[in-house]
């Protein structure tokens, strides 16, 4: 059965990151999509001119009226903007008991453009972090969540990572896009007490707009494919290492660029 993927996040008319990359994801990856649309985001490649919040008795009569006709097998949440729509979105997770629950956490822009309220990142890590299957933050998320420096090297990732764990999901996957060196590595710790580090390749590109938005979509439609998260995160980081790669087919905006989803059976 092909798995009915829910994404919920915010736009980007430049077809690069939030809704619209999740999009692209879900269907490259074998995937049905559906989406509740948190915020109106004016933004491209270059930046973020404006973001109109969807409000939040909209947001819940989306979710409402998606999810009383629609099973989803797994959910993305990406942008939520405000404290209020986080609040509706942790209440839908609750009452449709929704399952395969992959949280992005974001904040802010590959632009430095804020995504997400800073009197919000409290209710992020209080109400729907403790909710998330997986959370998926990058290095300045995870900094912004636990309060404290961000991490430089593996082991302080590895010790932000146990820490992001306290907080309450079942799987955090640390990305180390933001470090520099020839590899890109995340971390993947579940509350089992697993730990992997899932290394690739750094791609020299500057078409970066989107990775995380790709890399957590990817994870959500391979898991109800997958045995284990752990192999749904690693074939979810391949799929997005290789639309890095062919990210320069692209020419789009003047910007940072948007990687590819690379279609084989289309061979472009
Ligand atoms: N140049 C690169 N080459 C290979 N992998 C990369 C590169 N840049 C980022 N990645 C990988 O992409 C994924 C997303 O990482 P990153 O930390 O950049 O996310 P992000 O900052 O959340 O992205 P976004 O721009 O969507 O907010 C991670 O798996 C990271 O290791
Ligand atoms: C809507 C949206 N979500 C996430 C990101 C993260 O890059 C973005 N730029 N826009």
Redesign the pocket.
């Known amino acids: 059965m092909i798995p009915t993927i829910l994404s919920i996040?915010?736009?980007?008319p430049s077809g690069?990151?939030?809704?619209q990359?999740d999009l692209k994801a879900f269907s490259a990856l074998g995937g049905y999509g559906t989406t509740v649309i948190t915020?109106l985001?004016a933004?491209t490649t270059t930046g973020?001119s404006e973001v109109h919040d969807v409000p939040p008795e909209f947001v819940r009569s989306q979710l409402d009226t998606l999810l009383t006709d629609v099973r989803v097998d797994a959910v993305k949440i990406?942008?939520l903007s405000s404290t209020e729509i986080i609040e509706v979105v942790a209440a839908a997770i609750d009452t449709y008991r929704l399952p395969n629950v992959v949280v992005?956490p974001?904040m802010?822009?590959?632009?430095g453009?804020r995504?997400l309220a800073a009197d919000a990142v409290e209710a992020l890590r209080t109400v729907l972090l403790p909710r998330a299957d997986l959370i998926t933050p990058n290095l300045p998320e995870a900094a912004d969540l636990l309060g404290e420096e961000e991490a430089t090297d593996l082991d302080r990732m590895r010790d932000q990572a146990e820490r992001l764990l306290a907080l309450g999901p079942r799987r955090v996957l640390l990305k180390g896009g933001h470090l520099s060196g020839p590899t890109s590595t995340d971390l993947l710790l579940s509350a089992d007490g697993d730990v992997e580090t899932l290394t690739a390749d750094r791609v020299n590109t500057t078409n970066t707009?989107?990775?995380?938005?790709t890399l957590s979509s990817a994870i959500a439609t391979l898991r109800p494919q997958r045995p284990t998260w752990s192999q749904a995160v690693r074939d979810a980081k391949d799929y997005l290492t290789e639309a890095l790669r062919h990210a320069d087919k692209l020419d789009i905006g003047k910007g940072k660029g948007p990687v590819h989803h690379f279609h084989a059976w289309w061979g472009n």
Do not use: E, N, P
Request: hydrophobic share 45%; charged share 15%; glycine share 22%.
């Open positions: 996040a915010g736009t980007d690069g990151a939030g809704i990359a915020a985001v933004q973020v990406g942008m992005d974001v802010v822009a590959k632009s453009d995504l707009h989107g990775t995380g938005c």
